[in-house]
């Protein structure tokens, strides 16, 4: 789960990272006085917010007030501004930025430090065309605190001296923190603005909570409005514990195992179809879940068919089956199942109708033709 | 032969009071795993079908040699952890979704003491006629010379039947597991196969994301002389929501099926289009 | 630094360890109603209270206020009871009593954690006489958490079964996480007592925290009184941050280091003297510690003498002889000088008319001939 | 010869740049020891008397062998961290009062590297006429063939000073700290004395509390061949406070300086009286 700019300077600034004063507001009327220039900053999930014009800069009120009805009016990657942050604008004339950062990875099963004296929006092109300039650390894993002599090894790695090279140590070890009490994945600062007047700042803040952890994490979920991460359809997919990423075209797919279902979108476009949809019902689904898959699918517009294909492991057959017939489909399916309790699923299907093919190339065939009517409803 | 486990291995259920447990359990003494004992804390001095449950792994350590976790995602760090203290190997990690931190810290244990994890989110490791761990399908396996490492479950359901319907058996077939962090990896496991006598080739099934088989196809290259037939799955899948410019910095290019796939490829493995096709190609590197 | 009951209970409830409900007065009038019967217990930092009435029961509020009155004017091992938690009594008849405990091993350089089935208080008789039914298990160095399952481990092997087993593994990790949180180096229950109904309560509770972590345990120290464990002139040395213990003689020992103090205490007993405290000013005493230290010791009645045995390593002689003549000591004096920066202290101390020894034992005859009066003044 | 450090070592100062390290690294330096550099983070560029100054244990890794620790306390664990994986060896803390849990972490953080951590809390090791790892007056010691191991600071000295008088010198005298979790203890010192070809006999220095001395006869009667002189330091001190049960529990009756001198004698140790007796029963033993 990502977390807002605004709620990730907050976590920042309870382990006692340095970042703007700033209020949050939700409409033009929430703001009332301005001590100082602000920055007003679209609270938006998505990158490049900058470029996309949602964020802006004020000297008074009245151009506050104006700027945030036209950010309020504004949508970034498709995604509605329905928050900004307003800041206090800082004077980066001369500044340097830096990177910091921390992720989990998959390959070292640690995590990464990493740290840069090239940070900014251009971050990216830096690790592309001039990797050394960003310094990378292995953690040990399962380390709960960062210790202060790693995180110095890396700030004077990156060139830094004196004070700002302690300061800017604290702030990694205080990240780290942040990242390992609130099951972060990710936790980054970029840029961290050092001042010409050797202020030291977190402008920017991102923070990604492990959705595996948020049993332990409820705190984080309290004012978490997932309606502009995703749309309709996700978020129901999402409510029902579903994964479900949306696609261009007209064949829906429900499969279990988020593999066996890459597989099936594979074949369908092999076939010559195009995927609505992929959807993963998971390991161990039950009847109620693949109602929940099939009412997901369904409320896309302009379906054709739908390509159901489970091989049951830890999903039993009969469970799928009955899930299928108590939803009783609208649009033509082809259906694909084997595995465990596969005889009993598949009698239940036949009994209510339904074909069931053994070959999920077959059957992803059928669904091709049956989306483009060749074959019969 | 076979990788890991076969006939001789006696296995502890951890969670086997649970519904997932209970039943799998049945499954794989149907399929002829010497299950010998369950462990359900505060559950000990009872049973399950006639298995004897426990307390703790600490009162098995001299009955039962690896261990399978059915437990609920917030325990399997604890149940892990007590699995390698107490000296099971392999312990394999049905349960899916374990928070990342917990992952980290179970791996780094397992390496100190040498044990051998598979998974977490795993449909786990069967050998063929002699004993499974795990949730798969049992009617689908066929004894046989192909060993097969996959990182998918259901899709792995998928091509051990081809190959079963092809008259291809099995060795060993192993899940690596789904989770983000998991235990033994491709390296590891080619590695078996290749030492393995019954083993005649290798079916490695992959997906997009991370650099696991590009790895693999450079350790192919340098010290497996079996041949090995790829899949990969996600061709078509568009590209994932990347995690901030960490994940950036961190994977950079790596990861597509394209790159996987040319990465096999140069190292002189065939890759099937779709499974289907799977049978075939190994039919004609044997 | 020792917590009261009340204020361990508090931690431990923090932590989720079961406690009973209670409240803490410091006055009798404090107490306004009572819905059940209570148990009164005197809050003092010693041992025994319960044999010394420290610790009584009341039905109603009439017999409690009674009780209170009486237990405000008990001193218990020399103590006053300033704070009485009045809590819940609850029915243990045919109750378990366990104990749970966990203390810095020094052999072992790592945390201890304990647990018995034979709780109580007797335990201290069952770890001399039967320590076989005390569990002792030695943790990895550096764990923050304690795992569940290692917590099990135990509770099986003093013979615990079912849910109770796993309820008692689980506060024995929640008691791990109160002693980590707050640099504890001692946390116990005892006993942690089960109902013949099964439920579990912590009923007394004991927590030391490490003095030399207070830096970062401000909060603990905000309500604490040391005027309790202490006497007047233990205060003043804790104040001025001198490790002194009040002994029964008239010969005032101080000197740097613990180990050459000690040898001093032996040394004036060997030549027959009684030693009045023991003053170690530490490792780097400036004059103005050394003052302090004189004033600490001087407060002390029937004071005959005063034994000042320095080998200055990391002390100098110079800032513990510039301290001597800034106080002005009124008691006679033996001064016993050596080690670094000796010859700046001793030229200080002989312009001001004091008579140096270097050798211990002969200083310490001295101190023992000024006390005695065989030494004019 | 010396144990642990001599001629050879080369020196870094962690915390040079504050009063004890500055004070402290003139008067090693006065006394032989090959000071090389010092580290104070965020101090980097600057020198102190001539020594170069660096910001980490990393940028020194290559001039220096071993470090002495003079920062204060709340800073110390990450210090002597720093030296550890920094491959320092020895690493000598000077810094008294560390937190207990910090301390366990330090020590077994040495375990792990094979770093010999001497102290906290410790006047520091000193290989006479050689090397100085430490803040003893220099003025006291004395060349020769005493080994000398003691729990106590300043009362070290006093010994070290009777000794020199009665021209018995040292060949190295070490404090293993005032501290309740140390490093290096009686036990492995006395290996590396018994190994020492110059050292004839060994001072042993100790003190009520704990059960280090009881455990270092135990050790003597099996593995030491050298004459071993003793001194414990509380025969007269009240009983201290007990840490709860706890504390008893894990010491019982162990600590006592009667406990402890009877252990010692019953290996044959000698056992002084007072500190100014000990010249006489070193000599009476050579």
Not at chain 1, 350 to 355: A, S
């Amino acid at each position: 789960m990502k977390l807002h700019e605004y709620k990730a300077k907050e976590i920042f600034a309870e382990q006692g990272i340095p970042v703007p004063s700033g209020i949050l507001v939700k409409g033009p009327e929430q703001l009332k006085e301005l001590q100082h220039p602000v920055a007003l900053k679209s609270q938006v999930l998505v990158g490049g917010r900058g470029k996309a014009g949602g964020i802006k800069f004020a000297d008074n009120i009245d151009d506050a007030k104006s700027v945030l009805e036209e950010l309020f009016k504004l949508k970034i990657k498709g995604l509605a501004v329905k928050q900004v942050l307003v800041e206090e604008k800082l004077d980066l004339e001369g500044a340097q930025e830096l990177y910091l950062g921390f992720v989990e990875d998959r390959a070292a099963k640690t995590i990464t430090a990493m740290m840069s004296a090239a940070g900014g929006i251009d971050i990216e092109q830096v690790a592309s065309e001039m990797p050394e300039k960003i310094i990378k650390k292995q953690l040990q894993p399962g380390l709960k605190t960062l210790n202060p002599y790693e995180a110095r090894e890396m700030a004077i790695q990156i060139g830094l001296k004196g004070a700002t090279m302690t300061k800017v140590a604290d702030i990694m070890c205080k990240l780290f923190n942040a990242m390992i009490v609130h099951d972060a994945v990710l936790a980054e600062i970029n840029p961290l603005v050092i001042t010409k007047d050797g202020m030291i700042i977190a402008t920017d803040a991102k923070m990604n909570i492990d959705d595996n952890a948020l049993f332990r994490q409820k705190n984080l979920l309290k004012d978490v409005d997932i309606s502009e991460e995703y749309t309709p359809i996700e978020q129901k997919a999402r409510k029902y514990g579903l994964a479900y990423v949306e696609l261009e075209g007209d064949i829906a797919v429900i499969g279990c195992g988020a593999g066996l279902v890459m597989a099936s979108l594979d074949t369908i476009k092999l076939y010559g179809g195009e995927p609505a949809n992929f959807l993963d019902v998971g390991g161990g689904a039950t009847a109620e879940n693949m109602k929940q898959a099939l009412e997901v699918v369904a409320m896309k517009d302009n379906l054709k068919s739908i390509f159901i294909n489970i091989f049951g492991g830890i999903t039993r057959c009969d469970e799928i089956a009955n899930g299928i017939v108590e939803f009783e489909p609208k649009i033509p399916i082809a259906l694909r199942m084997m595995g465990t309790n596969e005889d009993e699923g598949k009698k239940i299907l036949k009994e209510h109708g339904y074909n069931v093919f053994d070959s999920m190339e077959d059957c992803a065939e059928y669904a091709v033709k049956l989306a483009s009517g060749e074959e019969g409803r | 032969m076979a990788i890991i486990i076969d006939e001789s291995t006696r296995v502890v259920v951890q969670g086997i009071t649970g519904g997932q447990g209970k039943f799998h359990t049945r499954v794989m003494r149907e399929y002829g795993t010497n299950v010998v004992a369950g462990v359900t804390p505060g559950k000990g001095g009872g049973e399950v079908d006639g298995i004897p449950v426990y307390d703790s792994i600490r009162e098995v350590m001299e009955l039962a040699d690896a261990s399978i976790i059915f437990v609920p995602a917030p325990f399997a760090r604890d149940a892990a952890l007590e699995a390698i203290s107490g000296g099971m190997d392999p312990v394999v990690i049905i349960t899916e979704h374990i928070p990342v931190h917990d992952s980290i810290e179970i791996m780094d244990r397992a390496v100190s003491h040498g044990t051998r994890i598979i998974g977490p989110n795993t449909p786990g490791i069967l050998s063929a006629d002699k004993c499974k761990m795990g949730v798969m399908p049992s009617h689908i396996f066929k004894k046989g010379s192909i060993g097969l490492i996959s990182r998918s479950g259901t899709l792995t359901y998928e091509i051990v039947d081809a190959l079963s319907r092809n008259a291809l058996g099995q060795t060993t077939t192993v899940g690596l597991g789904g989770d983000p962090i998991v235990g033994l990896g491709f390296i590891e496991l080619l590695d078996l196969f290749e030492a393995d006598n019954e083993t005649e080739a290798v079916v490695l099934i992959g997906e997009i994301g991370g650099n696991a088989e590009e790895l693999a196809a450079e350790h192919i290259k340098q010290n497996i002389s079996k041949p090995v037939i790829g899949y990969i799955a996600g061709r078509t899948a568009p590209p994932g929501k990347t995690m901030g410019h960490a994940g950036a910095i961190i994977s950079g290019s790596a990861g597509t099926a394209k790159a996987k796939i040319e990465a096999l490829q140069s190292a002189n493995i065939k890759i099937a289009e779709k499974p289907g096709d799977i049978p075939e190609l190994v039919k004609s590197s044997i």
